[in-house]
């Protein structure tokens, strides 16, 4: 899907490139950012744009790590702060296929009764459950403060095999819980560290207490008709998901060739 939707404009997208700081006034926006595509080095660039489409994660936001100048309008910052940012692991996990050992499993399960003594939370999915055909593939969500310390613990060590064997024994103690004690360990794991990833610090967008229902609304709502926030922390109806942040990039784009050029309607949420 994003191969497709990048292809017209693929010779246009830079990679490796860590925005720092966005200036933005009422005829031009400034945005400076780190060019990293030499390994070893890193140089300070700038470019120079009408609007800006803004689609970093609420995470991101919510760290400040990137800065606005002038600063964001306090209630956009405030929003930022009140809606909530998730903290989860996800998991994949790959057996073969004559090692499978949930032909009747539905397609989300999990343990009927909390982890005794364990802030500790495993929700599974079977991805094949809708086709029917075994593909030897389950996905785990995990949260709690265990898998979190041990994320943040072995990440500050760089060791990520010695990561992906824990939360691998993690999710397997669930399993033999759940399947009983004869299963076998997955041939393969890929674990997730989104949360201590600079680029995202967390998971998705939630609804916290605090949440009013036009939050969301108003924070895709252009800045001084130079600044459009969008992704799924912006999305009404579809946040937490891939569709909704690609839903509100579209309403971003829609809005900036509104401004710039004519009258034109899209209609998403």
């Known amino acids: ?16 490139s860590v ?3 966005i200036k933005y006034k009422k005829d031009i926006v400034k945005i400076f950012y780190e060019d990293r ?12 744009a009408k609007k800006v489409i803004v689609t970093l ?8 790590a990137v800065k606005f100048q002038p600063a964001l309008p306090e209630l956009i910052r405030s929003i930022i702060d009140t809606i909530g940012f998730s903290k989860y692991i996800k998991m994949n ?12 499993a539905p397609g989300t399960f999990g343990e009927s009764e909390t982890i005794e003594g364990k802030d500790l939370r495993l929700t599974w999915f079977n991805p094949s459950y809708m086709s029917g055909v075994q593909d030897g593939h389950l996905f785990v969500e995990i949260a709690g403060t265990i898998p979190l310390s041990l994320e943040e613990s072995y990440s500050q060590h760089r060791n990520d095999t010695k990561y992906e064997e824990e939360m691998c024994h993690l ?16 041939a393969k794991v890929v674990v997730s560290k989104w949360n201590i990833d600079p ?14 229902p036009d939050m969301r609304q108003k924070l895709r709502k252009p800045i001084a008709d130079k600044v ?23 309403m971003a784009a829609t809005k900036v060739c509104n401004s710039l050029f004519q009258n034109l309607t899209f209609c998403g949420h």
């Open 1 to 16: 899907m994003i191969d497709r939707y990048a292809a017209p404009v693929m010779d246009k997208i830079q990679m490796q």
């Open 19 to 21: 925005v720092s700081m």
């Open 37 to 48: 595509s030499d390994p070893g080095t890193a140089v300070q660039n700038m470019i120079k």
């Open 57 to 64: 994660p609420l995470g991101v936001l919510k760290e400040r």
């Open 93 to 104: 996990m790959f057996w073969n296929l004559d090692d499978i050992f949930w032909d009747e």
């Open 171 to 186: 999710a397997m103690e669930s399993l033999r819980r759940i399947f009983g004690d004869d299963i076998s360990d997955p």
């Open 199 to 212: 680029f995202a610090y967390g998971t998705y967008s939630v609804n916290y207490v605090g949440f009013e």
């Open 228 to 250: 459009f926030l969008s992704g799924e922390a912006t999305s009404t109806y579809h946040y937490a998901t891939a569709h909704g942040a690609m839903y509100t990039g579209m």
